[in-house]
């Protein structure tokens, strides 16, 4: 007998069952198809509570029925991709253009819904920074301009203002000045076809 042999046997000897365990006699079943309904079931549930929990506004209609007001319209959400400028005004965009359709789309339901008459001041505003106000207003103000209607966009925005870039002016005289009591010069415009702009004015 070799040393290993001896070895495992003396190791075999050391060790002595005081007790079989008591197993199963039959195999257990595993129940998959309840497990199966049951994971499927609760991810239906926690797929329900998410949605319950979510109280964004994504359809016209819920906005609507929400808030208690009429949607004017709808604006697709602009891929820039790699273009290095984030301007776009609609008259650089074809005729069809998507956004360009929208845009004629709202100032089509807001003149029908102010109806003829006087003058009219459009306020455009939002909760958070870059959801496109100023693009949508410079946007807006020449399609209403375009139709022959007399239009002065002003730019509000005494932080961040903009507006004078979809024009290409510069950054001039303008609001802020005027609300310091300053002397404002004429608002920037060039013809009937272009909204009469007065920038934000110089840094506040």
Known sequence: MSEL???????????????????FPAPINAHRGRMIFTGVAAALAFIYLLHRL???LDL???IERELEEP???QIPQLVLGQREDSRIL??????????AESIRGVRSTVLMTLGAGGRRVLV??????????TTFTSNF???????????????ADLRRGSAHLFFNLHRE??????????AVGPAHGTGMAWPGRHPCGGKV
Not at 90 to 99: H, K, V
Not at 124 to 133: E, L
Not at 141 to 155: E, K, W
Not at 173 to 182: H, I, K, Q, T, V
């Open 173 to 182: 005289s303008g609001l802020s000045d005027a609300l310091e009591g300053r």
């Open 124 to 133: 455009v505003t939002s909760a958070v920074p870059g959801d496109g106000k």
């Open 141 to 155: 103000a020449t399609t209403l301009a375009v139709t022959g209607a007399r239009v002065l966009l002003i730019d």
């Open 71 to 73: 949607v004017l319209g």
């Open 60 to 62: 016209a209609e819920d």
């Open 90 to 99: 609609i008259s650089e965009l074809p005729a069809e253009d998507t956004f």
């Open 5 to 23: 042999e001896s070895s495992i046997h003396a190791s075999e000897e050391q060790w002595k069952i005081e007790e079989s365990g008591a197993g």
């Open 54 to 56: 979510d109280d964004r």
